[in-house]
């Protein structure tokens, strides 16, 4: 979808790629069907288990459900309210405990030992090459492409993109965004390791969560094929998700505002045909009507 309001705001033709109309809300069906579909018939049987802030466990509750299999999902307890009665509503059973997502994957490897599947939210080569299909979309839909934002958490998201989209055309600039508040991929790039943060409030509950100290694949990948990582802040969040709904009648979740965030403050400044990839739409409508409040007060 095109954008006008961005696009004259950056002087540049910005585009959005609505991952928002996903069935369950969010791209993280791309991830879990390809996952859940190369199972073999005794995996199936068995059942899966996943960790989730939210989406991947609806996702994954999802296909499973269309394909007739149990799925379990672990959750900390800070996933919104909102998020847990939609896995819950598919049929999966849902593990509630932890005080972070780090937590709630330990619980999920136990049930793993035990015989599940894990279908691990981002650090999996089929999670991974799921995602990627949007870069295939993109090459597609937008040849012309040459800066592509996408937020950034485990990194499962943007390191399938930047696969599809470097073999194609390497010089396509593709961005990272996360919130300031916990940006563990950020932080482990600096680091040159993977590295833990604790886990803070952010109004972008989907980008919470550490990217694993035993990490195999994502972050190799965002280190070798992403070109720049930018943070934003809660208070640049909060007015994206405004301006989304504002001026393109779009709802967002805070996770999937942080691309829009990056162009509106200035952080990162197109250099030709644009894309922004809106990752989700799962907010709960407490808190858009509490941002709405603040915005127009
Ligand atoms: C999971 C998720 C992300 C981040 O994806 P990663 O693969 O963990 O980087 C971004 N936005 C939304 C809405 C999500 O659900």
Redesign the pocket.
Same mark, same amino acid.
């Not at 802030?53 to 991947?56: A, F, P, S, V």
């Not at 996408?150 to 390191?159: E, K, Y």
């Given at each position: 979808m095109s954008s006008s309001a961005l696009s004259a705001r950056c002087s540049a033709d910005v585009r959005l790629k609505l991952?928002t109309l996903q069935p369950t809300g969010?791209?993280?069906v791309r991830?879990a069907a390809n996952k859940l579909l190369r199972l073999t018939e005794v995996e199936r049987q068995r059942g899966v288990v996943a960790v989730s +802030?939210?989406?991947?466990g609806r996702a994954v509750a999802y296909i499973a459900q269309r394909l007739g299999l149990t799925a379990t999902v672990c959750v900390s307890e800070h996933v919104p309210a909102n998020k847990l009665t939609a896995i819950r509503d598919l049929g999966a059973r849902l593990i509630v405990g932890g005080e972070s997502q780090d937590a709630a994957e330990v619980t999920a490897r136990e049930l793993a030992a035990g015989g599940m599947t894990l279908v691990h939210?981002?650090d999996d080569a089929a999670?991974i090459a799921g995602?990627g299909t949007i870069g295939l979309e993109l090459l597609e839909d937008m040849p012309e492409l040459t800066t592509l934002l996408?937020?950034?958490?485990?990194?499962?998201?943007?390191?399938g993109i930047a696969l599809a989209l470097k073999r194609a055309n390497p010089s396509i600039r593709v961005v990272?965004v996360s919130m300031e508040a916990g940006a563990a991929?950020i932080e482990s790039l600096r680091a040159d390791k993977p590295v833990a943060l604790a886990e803070a409030r952010t109004l972008?509950d989907?980008?919470q969560?550490g990217i694993g100290l035993d990490n195999r694949f +994502?972050f190799s990948l965002v280190r070798d094929f992403v070109d720049e990582t930018v943070k934003v802040s809660e208070g640049e969040i909060n007015h994206a998700l405004a301006f989304a709904l504002k001026h393109e009648g779009l709802v967002l979740?805070g996770?999937?505002a942080v691309g829009v965030a990056a162009l509106l403050s200035g952080r990162v400044t197109p250099d030709g045909p644009t894309t922004v990839v809106l990752?989700?739409r799962?907010i709960a409508p407490e808190t858009l009507y509490g941002l709405l409040a603040e915005e127009t007060s």
């Open positions: 991952e969010s791209f993280k991830g +802030t939210g989406n991947h939210p981002f999670i995602q996408v937020p950034l958490s485990g990194g499962g998201l943007i390191a990272g991929m972008a989907s980008l969560g +994502t979740e996770a999937a990752s989700g799962n």
